[in-house]
């Protein structure tokens, strides 16, 4: 979802986890760069802690810098978490809309989403509810690629099985890869960079997975990463 200069998910920081999706103010990756665990919530108090210092508390705010709502989603992880059954966007969701879709990425990628603005989130339940979404008519293929997005690898590896995918918080169905380090929950593309020294950072890993990770703020636990 997010990283801004807070340590919010913008791509600076890319402090994607694992949609996954992304990683990247507010809650993404993937990667918004996520492995299987207990379900991760937070008490409303808390939400609204985030929410004041992502966006100084305003859940409607909509700068145009691409990130929306009080928890500055970006528009590709509030999408890949289902965020679009309520609104187009963050920002046109009620308070309660946007934490429901929160509570679904702090379970799928951690505090991780919210690198600086989040570190005080807790397992508690959030006590708030969101309406029963409407659910949207127009579907997307799931399978679609932007000619920019479908890089090629080196034909000294071998391309992943259509069959082997793992599935995403929202149900979506994406490609494992056959990298060799496993994107666990909690995990990002620059965290990943980091840890492993990956010359060029995030985006050298965002480049040499582009054929499984279409969003660098959306990873999902499960996924094979290449490191070089």
């Not at 989130?121 to 479908?150: C, E, F, I, V």
Request: aromatic share 6%.
């Amino acid at each position: 979802m997010l990283f801004s200069g807070k340590g919010k998910h913008r791509r600076p920081s890319k402090a994607v986890r694992a949609i996954t999706l992304a990683g990247v103010t507010g809650a993404a990756v993937a990667a918004p760069l996520m492995a299987a665990g207990n379900a991760s919530a937070a008490t409303a108090s808390e939400w609204d802690k985030v929410a004041q210092c992502e966006s100084g508390g305003n859940w409607s705010i909509n700068t145009g810098n691409g990130f929306y709502g009080g928890l500055q989603f970006t528009n590709s992880t509030w999408a890949a978490y289902g965020g679009t059954a309520y609104a187009a966007r963050a920002d046109l969701a009620t308070k309660a809309q946007q934490i429901a879709i929160a509570e679904k990425v702090l379970a799928g990628q951690g505090k991780g989403a919210w690198p600086v603005c989040g570190t005080g989130l807790s397992s508690t339940p959030y006590n708030g509810s969101a309406p029963a979404a409407t659910k949207s008519t127009t579907t997307k293929s799931t399978t679609t690629r932007s000619t920019d997005q479908a890089a090629s690898r080196s034909t000294t590896r071998t391309a992943p099985s259509a069959s082997k995918t793992v599935t995403t918080p929202a149900g979506k169905k994406v490609e494992k890869g056959d990298g060799e380090y496993k994107v666990v929950k909690g995990d990002t593309l620059s965290a990943i960079a980091e840890k492993h020294h990956v010359a060029g950072g995030w985006q050298k890993l965002f480049k040499l997975n582009k054929d499984i990770v279409q969003d660098a703020d959306l990873i999902y636990p499960g996924q094979q990463l290449h490191l070089k």
